[in-house]
């Protein structure tokens, strides 16, 4: 059973802080990397890929990722009130049966104004 | 462009009804995909199709859950018979690119959130 893990939460950062959120998978096979945003009740959105080792910067957003440690983290610089959503983080590759995308359970944060 | 399309929004339904969801995937995208997101299990992928045609049916739980693709505009998830567990929110999310393209991102349509009583 291919497993992605995150901490559930709730983290909870000042505004204007850096949230650091984190995620770590067990195959070491995983080729794609992914953190979605959810607001509550809300569908899953796309924030950032990534795919190679090392830091990938959008925005306010940056991705990290290791494969050597098999895990992938996304750092939220300026962080806020709008922020506060769950976060999932997404990991692709081709597990038995094919080429899957297996979701963490999300890390949940809190912006405090 | 008017995004991924869900119908119902929410469907309230009585054990051993037949439930039928709806999906419109984004013109052009032929990848179509269906997850199921419950707290306990978090988001999982049920079935997906290219150009129509099911790919990888192998997160289907069991036999009462069936999906179709029958034109490159609709699809459906269809329960028969539901079930209290069946309770869920079911998103429909759509991309161009093949899922082995590392360079792939779903867009997910608003779901549906399904109570079976």
């Known amino acids: 059973q291919k497993e992605v893990e995150q901490n559930s939460g709730p983290l909870s950062v000042p505004e204007g802080a850096i949230a650091s959120l984190n995620c770590t998978y067990s195959d070491r096979g995983s080729q794609s990397f992914f953190w979605y945003r959810q607001y509550s009740g809300k569908s899953p959105e796309l924030i950032m890929s990534i795919y190679s080792n090392g830091d990938k910067e959008d925005g306010r957003f940056t991705a990290q990722l290791n494969k050597a440690s098999q895990y992938v983290s996304l750092l939220i610089r300026d962080s806020q009130p709008s922020d506060s959503a769950t976060y999932l983080c997404?990991?692709?590759?081709?597990?038995?049966?094919?080429?899957?995308?297996?979701f963490g359970a999300g890390t949940r944060l809190f912006v405090k104004a | 462009d008017a995004g991924v399309i869900q119908s119902p929004r929410h469907e309230v339904t009585e054990m051993g009804q037949e439930v039928t969801l709806r999906c419109k995937p984004i013109?052009?995208?032929?990848?179509l995909f269906w997850y199921r997101q419950t707290m306990m299990r978090g988001l999982e992928l049920l079935i997906y199709f290219n150009n129509n045609v099911p790919i990888d049916d192998s997160g289907m739980p069991e036999d009462r859950f069936s999906a179709k693709m029958p034109n490159a505009s609709f699809s459906t998830l269809k329960i028969q018979p539901s079930e209290p567990r069946d309770s869920a929110v079911y998103f429909c999310?759509?991309?161009?690119?093949?899922?082995?393209?590392?360079?792939?991102?779903?867009?997910f349509g608003s779901g549906t959130r399904l109570t079976v009583v």
């Open positions: 013109s052009g995208h032929d990848y």
């Open positions: 999310a759509s991309d161009t690119r093949d899922p082995a393209d590392l360079n792939y991102g779903y867009t």
């Open positions: 997404a990991v692709g590759g081709f597990y038995t049966g094919g080429f899957k995308t297996i």
